[in-house]
């Protein structure tokens, strides 16, 4: 039935009724009145006459040539252009004609006579150099409508299923609601719970940090920052939503958000809780309330993160509870302070089996394994954030964090090896307790002092860390290993540990302008010391005293750790209006010292020295169009873990051994971007490809024997590389003022070529992949959405060693989502899923489709949501997966949340400005 369905919605979606409505092109030329040059990035765009409502907008080129080109019914339309310190244009022009050119249109400044009629029509899109502006009253959206959904109609902005926002192909990492964070650093919450009727505009910028918004420096614009601009009669008042469900099998959610605005005071409260595998925070959302068909099946545990604190949490079905609140105030005009704290709660379960084929040179063996956990934490989490103003020259910042964690996992698991003739080599069991403690504070302190006008500041900035954490773990494990020579490892332990860290970093900046505003030299020292204590005492348990009190120096630790790291650099940038270019040499001073309390002749201490260099260039092509190019020298050295070289037994079946001579790592990294983006023609392309080249490379070296027991170390290698790339073209038809197409195609080629030891013999590995896609997304204005997208994964792996064969893997995804928004007040979505991966062992689970559909009615005068949720309504619901390596091919499966029906009941309310009224801002006239 669903088929035709859609069949009977595309017909009518596609059918010739938009006879009434006439193609046009209106095309012209923007002209300085004053000095006659042409004026590149203005805004041009066409209202309907008798509403203001939008038809269409462009931005002029460098040459200040535009087109406008759309179909409307109208005969008569209001053509408006909008430049920054120039006059706004208006004229009402005649559609009677397909193809209309306006010739040179003359912009005054904006220094008018008194007595001059002034047009101050706000434009749907502003561009202020780095800086993209949309008014939001020039982009309709259905009349209850949240940020996210305001985002999705502006041009270039995509959101997937995640709530992960792009603009122009560059991801979204911040929001700020009147320059400010609004909840912590989950942009989700901001996005789905401020109400659109509330934002007057909505900034699109480099994510800079506020040290560097303060002097203007210049970011790569890898990352963006969307800064939304709340009305100024709407910065007063009070609002927020509850919600809560209950469902079969006992499962429930709950949340309730309530907000406090008072100008620049912001107090807000948040709480959520389910046992779904969902973000609490979800409020019982039509879009975002299961944790995803992907999140579950192949990461299996449907937890998010807010500021690096884990919210929820586990594999397997996770229950979660979490409270927060956030406060932020301005005194004065040189005091911004902002502070928030999270509780979040989480107990879980998980089952999993896997099966795994390990590959040697000259055989192969193979291990099934089977586990058990149970994992319960509590987390609190105070950060603060201090901004003093002291004058329009100096800056201070200063960041301070306390976390605190409380965790307890129960894990159990067994596992078998065997031979190519199934003959059993040696199996394992274990149990294990672990209750952990953990206590953290980090403290950022900026100092920036800027001089003169012309970019010269100088930044002190001073970061301490201190983390605690102890454990108290029992195990309890027995190994048996057969063959020629039998074996029984038995353990029965307590090991108390302990793990501190103190880092302190510190670094200096001094800016100078070569060439006023255009040519910088910034000089800079950094000095970082990491010192780490790790301790473990193991004591087996007593048989006459059934205590734990036999001390177990094998398998027990007392490390110092200390990396310490000196490293003056040098960057010269200059700047230029259309492109950009740096370049910057570091020279590194590197010391790891290591003293083994308990094994002092395992004591160590190394330097190290390297050059290190960073490099890049941006142009851009016109406000549609850019190019990024970059280089980068970095270098890393081996990790004290695997330099140490005593013995690590505590893997009966696999003994680690550090190599005190191995030698740091170089990387480099080269990589181009292109970005284009037509907001006339709503098309988009983006390309980008980057190389690594690596060499000393660290990687395992193991051995293993007859028994299958492994004995671990490291080596350096040579010539490992990887190229990536990635393609995406889009393109938006505007069919009408109600109907649009989108299509996207992507694709992203990837090669690895990798290095490394199978049972001691050095081998190369190259893995090739490529994953293009295919997406379409149909809408018809409070009517339905519909958007299909598929995906294919195709890997192969290369070897150059014998007895490996070579390896191709493939697998397949589709997505079907669509909303229907008939009759009115209701709202009927559906996310449908189907994945098929045909090299999965067989007793796995090779394909299935995942079915998840809501039924929601609005109540409340828009208000409250009914809502109706079915949850894999095909119940076929798995994560089974396959993961391919050059020394193994695992398949897995492990628990997943199941079918369940919920019903849920939300509310919001709203006393902000006219709660929820909004204002035409159509065309003004001032008279002067």
Same mark, same amino acid.
């Given at each position: 039935?669903?088929?035709?369905?859609?069949?009977?919605?595309?017909?009518?979606?596609?059918?010739?009724?938009?006879?009434?409505?006439?193609?046009?092109?209106?095309?012209?030329?923007?002209?300085?009145?004053?000095?006659?040059?042409?004026?590149?990035?203005?805004?041009?765009? &066409?209202?309907? +006459?008798?509403? %203001?409502?939008?038809? #269409?907008? !462009?931005?002029?080129? =460098?040459?200040?040539?535009? /087109? @406008?080109?759309?179909?409307?019914?109208?005969?008569?339309?209001?053509?408006?252009?909008?430049?920054?310190?120039?006059?706004?244009?208006?004229?009402?022009?005649?559609?009677?004609?397909?193809?209309?050119?306006?010739?040179?249109?003359?912009?005054?400044?904006?220094?008018?006579?008194?007595?001059?009629?002034?047009?101050?029509?706000?434009?749907?899109?502003?561009?202020?150099?780095?800086?993209?502006?949309?008014?939001?009253?020039?982009?309709?959206?259905?009349?209850?409508?949240?940020?996210?959904?305001?985002?999705?109609? &502006?041009?270039? +902005?995509?959101? %997937?299923?995640?709530? #992960?926002? !792009?603009?122009?192909? =560059?991801?979204?990492?911040? /929001? @700020?609601?009147?320059?400010?964070?609004?909840?912590?650093?989950?942009?989700?919450?901001?996005?789905?719970?401020?109400?659109?009727?509330?934002?007057?505009?909505?900034?699109?910028?480099?994510?800079?940090?506020?040290?560097?918004?303060?002097?203007?420096?210049?970011?790569?614009?890898?990352?963006?920052?969307?800064?939304?601009?709340?009305?100024?009669?709407?910065?007063?008042?009070?609002?927020?939503?509850?919600?809560?469900?209950?469902?079969?099998?006992?499962?429930?959610?709950?949340?309730?958000?309530?907000?406090?605005?008072?100008?620049?005071?912001?107090? %807000?409260?948040?709480?959520?809780?389910?046992?779904?595998?969902?973000?609490?925070?979800?409020?019982?959302?039509?879009?975002?309330?299961?944790?995803?068909?992907?999140?579950?099946?192949?990461?299996?545990?449907?937890?998010?993160?807010?500021?690096?604190?884990?919210?929820?949490?586990?594999?397997?079905?996770?229950?979660?509870?979490?409270?927060?609140?956030?406060?932020?105030?301005?005194?004065?005009?040189?005091?911004?302070?902002?502070?928030?704290?999270?509780?979040?709660?989480?107990?879980?379960?998980?089952?999993?089996?896997?099966?795994?084929?390990?590959?040697?040179?000259?055989?192969?063996?193979?291990?099934?394994?089977?586990?058990?956990?149970?994992?319960?934490?509590?987390?609190?989490?105070?950060?603060?954030?201090?901004?003093?103003?002291?004058?329009?020259?100096?800056?201070?910042?200063?960041?301070?964090?306390?976390?605190?964690?409380?965790?307890?996992?129960?894990?159990?698991?067994?596992?078998?090896?065997?031979?190519?003739?199934?003959?059993?080599?040696?199996?394992?069991?274990?149990?294990?307790?672990?209750?952990?403690?953990?206590?953290?504070?980090?403290?950022?302190?900026?100092?920036?002092?800027?001089?003169?006008?012309?970019?010269?500041?100088?930044?002190?900035?001073?970061?301490?860390?201190?983390?605690?954490?102890?454990?108290?773990?029992?195990?309890?494990?027995?190994?048996?290993?057969?063959?020629?020579?039998?074996?029984?490892?038995?353990?029965?332990?307590?090991?108390?540990?302990?793990?501190?860290?103190?880092?302190?970093?510190?670094?200096?900046?001094?800016?100078?302008?070569?060439?006023?505003?255009?040519?910088?030299?910034?000089?800079?020292?950094?000095?970082?010391?990491?010192?780490?204590?790790?301790?473990?005492?193991?004591?087996?348990?007593?048989?006459?005293?059934?205590?734990?009190?036999?001390?177990?120096?094998?398998?027990?630790?007392?490390?110092?750790?200390?990396?310490?790291?000196?490293?003056?650099?040098?960057?010269?940038?200059?700047?230029?209006?259309?492109?950009s270019a740096s370049f910057e040499t570091s020279y590194v001073f590197r010391t790891l010292e290591n003293n083994d309390i308990l094994r002092?002749?395992?004591?160590?201490?190394?330097?190290?020295?390297?050059?290190?260099?960073?490099?890049?260039?941006?142009?851009?092509?016109?406000?549609?169009?850019?190019?990024?190019?970059?280089?980068?020298?970095?270098?890393?050295?081996?990790?004290?873990?695997?330099?140490?070289?005593?013995?690590?037994?505590?893997?009966?079946?696999?003994?680690?051994?550090?190599?005190?001579?191995?030698?740091?790592?170089?990387?480099?990294?080269?990589?181009?971007?292109?970005?284009?983006?037509?907001?006339?023609?709503?098309?988009?392309?983006?390309?980008?490809?980057?190389?690594?080249?690596?060499?000393?490379?660290?990687?395992?070296?193991?051995?293993?024997?007859?028994?299958?027991?492994?004995?671990?170390?490291?080596?350096?290698?040579?010539?490992?590389?990887?190229?990536?790339?990635?393609?995406?073209?889009?393109?938006?038809?505007?069919?009408?003022?109600?109907?649009?197409?989108?299509?996207?195609?992507?694709?992203?080629?990837?090669?690895?070529?990798?290095?490394?030891?199978?049972?001691?013999?050095?081998?190369?590995?190259?893995?090739?992949?490529?994953?293009?896609?295919?997406?379409?997304?149909?809408?018809?204005?409070?009517?339905?959405?519909?958007?299909?997208?598929?995906?294919?994964?195709?890997?192969?792996?290369?070897?150059?060693?014998?007895?490996?064969?070579?390896?191709?893997?493939?697998?397949?995804?589709?997505?079907?989502?669509?909303?229907?928004?008939?009759?009115?007040?209701?709202?009927?979505?559906?996310?449908?899923?189907?994945?098929?991966?045909?090299?999965?062992?067989?007793?796995?689970?090779?394909?299935?489709?995942?079915?998840?559909?809501?039924?929601?009615?609005?109540?409340?005068?828009?208000?409250?949501?009914?809502?109706?949720?079915?949850?894999?309504?095909?119940?076929?619901?798995?994560?089974?997966?396959?993961?391919?390596?050059?020394?193994?091919?695992?398949?897995?499966?492990?628990?997943?949340?199941?079918?369940?029906?919920?019903?849920?009941?939300?509310?919001?309310?709203?006393?902000?400005?006219?709660?929820?009224?909004?204002?035409?801002?159509?065309?003004?006239?001032?008279?002067?």
């Amino acid at each position: 039935m669903g088929k035709y369905f859609y069949r009977f919605i595309l017909l009518l979606f596609f059918t010739n009724s938009f006879a009434q409505s006439k193609p046009f092109k209106i095309s012209g030329t923007l002209i300085s009145d004053e000095d006659k040059i042409p004026l590149e990035s203005a805004t041009i765009y &066409l209202q309907q +006459v008798n509403d %203001s409502t939008l038809i #269409t907008y !462009t931005i002029s080129d =460098k040459d200040g040539e535009f /087109i @406008l080109e759309n179909k409307t019914p109208y005969k008569k339309a209001n053509l408006y252009v909008s430049y920054i310190g120039y006059q706004t244009y208006f004229k009402t022009i005649s559609l009677d004609t397909e193809t209309l050119d306006l010739g040179n249109i003359l912009l005054k400044t904006s220094t008018s006579t008194l007595e001059e009629i002034i047009i101050t029509s706000v434009a749907p899109i502003t561009i202020k150099r780095d800086t993209l502006e949309f008014n939001v009253n020039s982009f309709k959206t259905k009349k209850d409508a949240n940020v996210e959904d305001l985002l999705k109609e &502006l041009p270039g +902005v995509e959101i %997937s299923e995640e709530g #992960t926002i !792009t603009v122009n192909g =560059k991801e979204v990492n911040k /929001i @700020l609601v009147n320059g400010k964070p609004f909840f912590g650093r989950d942009p989700t919450i901001t996005t789905r719970n401020l109400t659109k009727d509330i934002v007057e505009k909505i900034q699109v910028l480099d994510t800079k940090t506020k040290d560097q918004a303060f002097t203007g420096e210049e970011v790569d614009g890898e990352n963006k920052t969307i800064n939304l601009v709340i009305k100024k009669e709407n910065n007063k008042g009070v609002f927020g939503r509850v919600a809560a469900g209950a469902g079969t099998d006992n499962h429930y959610e709950y949340a309730g958000m309530f907000n406090y605005f008072d100008n620049d005071r912001r107090i %807000s409260f948040l709480a959520g809780g389910n046992d779904i595998n969902s973000p609490g925070f979800s409020f019982g959302e039509i879009r975002k309330m299961f944790g995803g068909g992907n999140n579950i099946r192949f990461n299996g545990n449907g937890s998010f993160n807010i500021d690096g604190r884990s919210f929820g949490g586990g594999q397997g079905i996770t229950e979660s509870q979490n409270y927060g609140t956030n406060y932020a105030d301005k005194f004065g005009e040189k005091f911004d302070v902002a502070a928030n704290y999270f509780y979040s709660g989480s107990n879980s379960e998980n089952k999993s089996t896997s099966n795994r084929e390990n590959i040697l040179a000259d055989s192969r063996y193979f291990t099934t394994a089977n586990s058990n956990s149970f994992n319960d934490s509590n987390n609190h989490s105070a950060n603060f954030e201090f901004d003093i103003k002291v004058d329009s020259t100096l800056l201070i910042n200063i960041e301070p964090s306390f976390r605190y964690s409380k965790s307890n996992t129960v894990f159990s698991e067994d596992e078998t090896s065997s031979d190519e003739l199934n003959a059993l080599i040696n199996q394992s069991t274990l149990a294990s307790n672990v209750e952990t403690f953990g206590k953290n504070f980090n403290n950022d302190i900026d100092i920036t002092k800027r001089f003169g006008s012309n970019g010269a500041f100088v930044r002190f900035s001073i970061e301490n860390e201190i983390n605690v954490r102890e454990s108290d773990d029992y195990l309890n494990s027995e190994t048996n290993i057969f063959g020629d020579n039998p074996e029984d490892i038995i353990r029965d332990q307590y090991t108390d540990g302990e793990n501190k860290v103190n880092r302190f970093n510190s670094r200096v900046t001094y800016r100078i302008p070569l060439i006023r505003k255009e040519f910088f030299l910034e000089l800079q020292y950094d000095y970082d010391r990491n010192k780490q204590e790790d301790r473990k005492n193991t004591f087996d348990k007593d048989q006459i005293t059934n205590e734990y009190s036999v001390f177990n120096t094998e398998l027990s630790t007392d490390f110092q750790y200390i990396n310490q790291r000196s490293t003056p650099s040098f960057e010269f940038e200059y700047r230029k209006k259309d492109w950009s270019a740096s370049f910057e040499t570091s020279y590194v001073f590197r010391t790891l010292e290591n003293n083994d309390i308990l094994r002092p002749e395992f004591s160590l201490k190394r330097d190290f020295e390297a050059i290190e260099l960073r490099s890049r260039f941006r142009y851009r092509f016109s406000p549609k169009s850019s190019f990024r190019f970059g280089y980068s020298l970095n270098n890393n050295p081996p990790q004290l873990s695997n330099l140490q070289s005593f013995r690590n037994v505590s893997n009966p079946l696999n003994t680690v051994v550090g190599n005190p001579n191995l030698e740091p790592e170089n990387s480099h990294r080269v990589y181009m971007r292109f970005n284009a983006f037509d907001f006339q023609k709503g098309s988009g392309f983006y390309g980008y490809v980057s190389a690594n080249f690596d060499n000393n490379t660290v990687v395992r070296k193991t051995i293993i024997d007859e028994n299958l027991v492994r004995e671990t170390t490291f080596a350096n290698v040579n010539g490992a590389y990887q190229l990536n790339g990635y393609l995406s073209v889009n393109k938006k038809v505007k069919i009408d003022s109600l109907r649009t197409v989108s299509f996207d195609v992507g694709m992203g080629p990837n090669i690895r070529r990798s290095v490394n030891f199978n049972n001691g013999v050095q081998y190369t590995s190259t893995n090739t992949s490529i994953s293009p896609r295919l997406g379409l997304r149909v809408v018809w204005k409070d009517v339905f959405e519909f958007n299909p997208r598929y995906s294919l994964s195709f890997t192969k792996n290369t070897f150059d060693i014998e007895n490996i064969e070579n390896q191709e893997f493939i697998s397949h995804s589709l997505n079907l989502n669509s909303a229907t928004f008939l009759p009115k007040g209701f709202e009927w979505r559906n996310d449908i899923q189907f994945n098929y991966n045909p090299n999965i062992a067989p007793g796995f689970q090779k394909s299935a489709w995942f079915w998840n559909s809501t039924l929601a009615y609005s109540v409340l005068k828009n208000n409250g949501n009914i809502t109706l949720k079915v949850y894999d309504l095909l119940n076929q619901n798995t994560n089974a997966r396959r993961v391919a390596t050059s020394n193994y091919i695992e398949d897995s499966q492990s628990t997943v949340l199941e079918q369940y029906f919920m019903l849920s009941f939300s509310w919001k309310f709203n006393s902000l400005g006219k709660a929820g009224e909004t204002e035409n801002d159509g065309e003004r006239f001032h008279r002067h």
